[in-house]
């Protein structure tokens, strides 16, 4: 693709649904704490495959996917601090905030008012050759976390990993993953080493050594009504992981008195069960979205320490189509990331 040095090149959806093209636009201007990277790897997110599949209604097109980014400073803004030109970084989903809200006043700036504008693939995402972001959501990477490993964690592992810390798990307490796919497979990995006793919930029997092995003590099939039938009143926590229909009641029935049913995952249709459950046990179901810049750093060291790794398929940034299929089709395992070996 022949172009000028400065043009920016990426793949973009064109429309609702559409299938990637190849797509190139002069790169956006930066202003104040704004910093430009040079793209070398971008994971592939189901939050990609809503973005281009429209799933919330507020996809703007050409829309060019892309938020789980490691790269390089090539460019900094006038206001810029805290890097150097050739610095590592990494973003996740929040490129930016509005800075002034009760939520971003209060450090909770991944809840702030302004969320629908706030993605970092605005106005244009990672799968591309460079990109644009709020330098005070782009995080220096630990030393030795392997990029691709990096890249996941800046969306996946704060996902997972936000939840379990906001509600205090530890070793005293029964946690059950559901969904042994890109976010459960690292929550498994995150509860154990905060200590807890962890059950994977899986409707894929053929997942349970696998689950094993990341450090599930327990394995649960989600379909086997008398399996969850022995589990009744036994969880602490539930964490939904998955974006597939599930029975929500017996799940619901599986958590002990004041335990949480914990959604990071978006359920494909409307979530039924008998409230009676929630009301007779004193249980709450909530949701949970990303976490704090805080909590980011945190989650990026413990990771290192533990050594939690996310299992990763690499592929070039040239196959986006493919890696978006897989993922669709649920073939990924876990995780795929894009590399980019045209970047500048």
């Keep these: 693709m022949s172009a000028h040095p400065r043009t920016v090149r990426g793949y973009a959806a064109m429309t609702r649904g559409q299938e990637l093209v190849p797509f190139s636009y002069d790169p956006p201007e930066l202003s104040g704490h704004d910093i430009r990277l040079s793209v070398t790897h971008c994971g592939v997110c189901y939050t990609d495959v ?26 900094m803004g006038p206001s810029a601090t805290g890097f150097k030109m050739g610095d590592r970084v990494g973003v996740g989903w929040q490129g930016r905030s509005c800075g002034g809200c009760e939520w971003c006043l209060g ?38 976390m392997p ?22 798990v530890g070793p005293s307490h029964k946690v059950g993953v559901i969904g042994v796919g890109g976010l459960g497979h690292l929550a498994i990995q995150f509860a154990r080493a905060l200590g807890c006793d962890v059950t994977a919930v899986s409707s894929s029997p053929g997942k349970e050594a696998e689950a094993r092995a990341l450090g599930a ?64 046990h004193n249980n709450s179901l909530t949701g949970s979205l990303l976490g704090s810049r805080a909590t980011m750093r945190e989650m990026l060291a413990f990771a290192q320490e533990k050594g939690i790794r996310p299992m990763v398929e690499l592929m070039p ?3 986006a189509n ?11 395992r876990y995780r795929i990331v894009l590399v980019n070996d045209d970047a500048p």
């Design 50 to 75: 809503h973005g281009i599949d429209d799933f919330w209604g507020i996809t703007p097109f050409p829309f060019v996917p892309g938020h789980e980014v490691v790269g390089h400073v090539m460019e």
């Design 217 to 280: 003590g327990h394995f649960l099939l989600s379909t086997d009504r008398e399996a969850l039938k022995r589990h009744v009143l036994s969880f602490d926590m539930l964490l939904y992981t998955a974006h597939a229909d599930v029975d929500w009641t017996p799940l619901l029935q599986s958590l002990r008195n004041h335990g949480r049913m914990v959604m990071v995952g978006f359920p494909p249709a409307d979530v039924r069960f008998d409230a009676m459950e929630l009301v007779v």
């Design 147 to 168: 990029s691709e490993t990096a890249a996941v964690m800046l969306c996946a592992g704060l996902t997972v990993y936000a939840p379990l810390r906001d509600y205090g």
């Design 317 to 319: 940034m040239a196959r």
């Design 107 to 144: 450090g909770e700036e991944h809840l702030c008012k302004d969320v629908d504008k706030n993605a970092a693939w605005s106005p244009y995402g990672g799968f591309s050759t460079s990109f644009k972001v709020d330098s005070r959501f782009a995080y220096h990477l630990p030393e030795g």
């Design 322 to 332: 493919e890696a978006v299929r897989r993922l669709k089709e649920n073939k990924a």
